[in-house]
């Protein structure tokens, strides 16, 4: 089994990004909870200053400080949330890495988090001009080109996500584009060839073969 083709390479495509902001947004909210405290730690400030003050007896404090440790389920709770955050993290590292998300036909780490990628910075590069077609924001710019046979379309994907550009009749596929990638694919025969994105419904374009 082959992680990055096939219909298991598109699902590593669309899960490991999701495990990773889980687990980046698990990490920050227990750190978030350990920094701040909880009520339980509010409530054991508070009864250690009522026994300094001589407000409540000995036995009464241990009896009371038992009863607020034995019910701090949040204490726990915080543990568990970085625990579970780290072990997505990493998990999704290791999962993108042993898929060989690299290359330009992949997802690719270096598209999601490089340069004009969901964690990146500065804009992604733009397609050139004549028999090409950008995707950005979800959708084919332009959605129809016409072109006259024996030319080379380029698809560019200037987005932050990966697409695939696949004929509606499934005859040609270009594999995951991610961020920065780009495909290229001959037409001799006048005629529509019609296309779209896997990943994105609605996500279509169409080429349109004429002689001069």
């Known amino acids: 089994m082959t992680f990055g083709s096939g219909s298991f390479g598109d699902w590593i495509m669309i899960l490991v990004p999701i495990a990773l902001v889980v687990g980046v947004v698990l ?8 920094l701040g405290g909880g009520a339980e730690d509010d409530a054991l400030r508070q009864l250690r200053a009522r026994f ?8 009464q404090f241990e009896e009371m400080r038992r009863a607020l440790e034995a019910t701090d389920g949040p204490r726990t709770g915080r543990s568990a949330l ?6 997505l993290v990493v998990g999704a590292i290791l999962l993108g890495t042993a898929a060989g998300w ?9 598209g999601m988090m490089g340069p004009g990628g969901m964690m990146g910075w500065g804009p992604a590069p733009t397609a050139p001009a004549g028999t090409s077609v950008r995707m950005a924001g979800s959708r084919f710019e332009p959605a129809t080109l016409t072109i006259a046979p024996g030319a080379t379309v380029r698809w560019f994907n200037d ?3 990966p697409h695939t550009v696949t004929a509606s009749d499934g ?3 270009s594999g995951n584009l991610s961020p920065g990638g780009s495909y290229e694919r001959r037409f001799d025969s006048p005629g ?7 990943y994105h419904p609605g996500q279509a374009g169409s080429i349109e073969v004429r002689a001069p």
Request: with cysteine; hydrophobic share 45%.
């Open 192 to 198: 529509t060839y019609a296309y779209l994105c896997r």
């Open 159 to 161: 987005d932050a996500l």
């Open 171 to 173: 005859s040609w596929d």
């Open 27 to 34: 990490i920050a909210l227990w750190a978030v909870r350990l």
């Open 102 to 110: 690299g290359g330009t036909t992949g997802p690719g780490w270096g």
């Open 82 to 87: 970085g625990i579970v955050g780290l072990v």
């Open 52 to 59: 300094a003050r001589g407000e409540i007896e000995a036995p």
